[in-house]
């Protein structure tokens, strides 16, 4: 007979409350929910108190609770809470990115030691069932590149800028429709997706990443402008976290906007959805989509790994999902060839463009494209003629190292006014 599972929830948020309806619901006779910790039971819940409290230890020493459902997000108190749980013999399942992408060794670890499990599909890509995939369905493969598109509020405010919104509307709109929050700042940097990255290279290659060891590049320098460029270059613009692995001990893993192709199907993934490209020796490539944040596709992940433990927890053991004191140093060693996107802004007259070749062609940088054009109000939205003009070009694949020096000589040239935007293309 299935074992029954009696389960605790730490926080009970959006999150929380729909994994909660749905246990108590009793769809799924072999769940039983008992207790949720919460830090105000003074707060308006849609949950009956009498299935809350403002005690962690009424669920973290509960004998009969065999399961904690962790939904605090953040470090703290999150990482003490969850290692007691561990270390009480309690299975975890969590939907907490930050904690896992910075302490999973520790998490995991502390599970391994005392034989429970720990399971985090939320973690990554909402109701995208991405990391059992690598996990389970593709350990056969030797994976060498995730990408993804692993936020959906930055994603919504670049559809919309593609649109033709402002990236101030854009970012209005999504706070207005519950997509960002009012402080944004994890997602407009990338750091929503640096979190994220790291968990999925860090299980794709066997080895943790810490968030610290990723590159991470935001999307608030992009404007309407690079769209319309973009467009006529045949490319769109998203916000990418790429992982990517070359040979055994030579990883990059990088948080960056970029131009897709517009033929690409990650070029065409809108709006709030996420999706990730899994490439592998024998899957070849594989792409998923879905809807990456909300109540209900996060708590149909964790009630699928909460599920997942229950069918095999007499015969899974525990294990560690990657080396913790590994030697690999991700984004050092050899360079990365990239082609680049730049736009700037120089002093409309003659003689800049060919200033500017002569710095790239002594770099050994090649142009595929190149265009200059007047500031007017055809390229803004307002009236503000200037003498300034848009330069933008697009190199052949050229390396991070001979750009970044014909960069810095570029910027010495009288005409030029501002580096407005660069952007690598993601092949």
Do not use: W
């Not at 009793?26 to 409290?53: C, E, M, Q, W, Y």
């Not at 403002?54 to 020493?61: E, H, P, R, S, T």
């Not at 055809?378 to 190292?401: D, G, K, R, W």
């Amino acid at each position: 007979m299935q074992e029954i599972f009696k389960i605790g929830l730490l926080g009970c948020g959006n999150i929380g409350e729909a994994v909660a309806h749905e246990l108590i619901a009793g769809k799924i006779p072999s769940l039983k929910f008992k207790k949720a910790f919460v830090k105000d039971l003074n707060k308006k819940r849609n949950i009956p108190t009498n299935f809350l409290t403002d005690k962690a230890d009424d669920i973290l020493n509960d004998p009969e609770i065999n399961l904690i459902i962790e939904v605090l997000g953040g470090e703290e108190p999150a990482l003490e809470l969850v290692i007691k749980a561990l270390e009480n013999k309690k299975h975890l399942v969590t939907a907490n990115k930050e904690l896992i992408a910075k302490h999973g060794p520790q998490i995991f670890e502390a599970a391994y030691k005392n034989g429970v499990q720990v399971r985090l599909d939320a973690t990554v890509g909402g109701g995208i069932p991405i990391i059992n995939t690598i996990l389970d369905s593709l350990k056969a493969n030797e994976i060498n590149e995730v990408v993804g598109i692993l936020n959906g509020t930055t994603n919504y405010i670049l559809t919309q800028m593609k649109r033709g919104h402002s990236f101030e509307q854009a970012l209005k709109e999504a706070q207005e429709k519950g997509y960002a929050e009012p402080d944004p700042t994890n997602d407009l940097e990338g750091i929503d997706a640096k979190y994220k990255i790291a968990i999925l290279a860090s299980l794709a290659f066997g080895n943790y990443i810490s968030p610290d060891q990723v590159f991470c590049q935001g999307i608030k320098g992009i404007s309407v402008l690079d769209f319309n460029l973009a467009k006529e270059l045949g490319f769109s613009i998203k916000l990418l976290g790429i992982a990517k692995k070359f040979a055994q001990d030579q990883i990059k893993v990088k948080v960056y906007p970029c131009l897709i192709p517009s033929k690409k199907p990650l070029a065409r993934i809108d709006d709030v959805l996420n999706a990730i490209l899994v490439r592998g020796n024998l899957i070849q490539e594989l792409l998923l989509v879905g809807s990456g944040a909300g109540a209900k596709p996060t708590s149909s992940a964790i009630l699928g790994d909460v599920l997942s433990i229950q069918k095999l927890t007499d015969s899974l053991k525990s294990v560690m999902p990657y080396k913790i004191n590994s030697s690999i140093t991700p984004n050092n060693g050899f360079e990365q060839n990239y082609r680049f996107y730049v736009r700037l802004m120089v002093d409309d007259q003659v003689g800049v463009i060919r200033d500017l070749g002569n710095i790239l062609a002594q770099n050994n940088i090649s142009l595929e494209s190149i265009s200059q054009k007047a500031y007017n109000d055809e390229n803004i939205e307002n009236n503000n003629q200037t003498e300034e003009a848009i330069l933008t070009f697009l190199t052949h694949e050229v390396s991070e190292n001979n750009f970044e020096l014909a960069l810095k000589q570029v910027r010495t040239l009288k005409p030029i006014r501002e580096v407005a935007c660069i952007l690598r293309v993601f092949e």
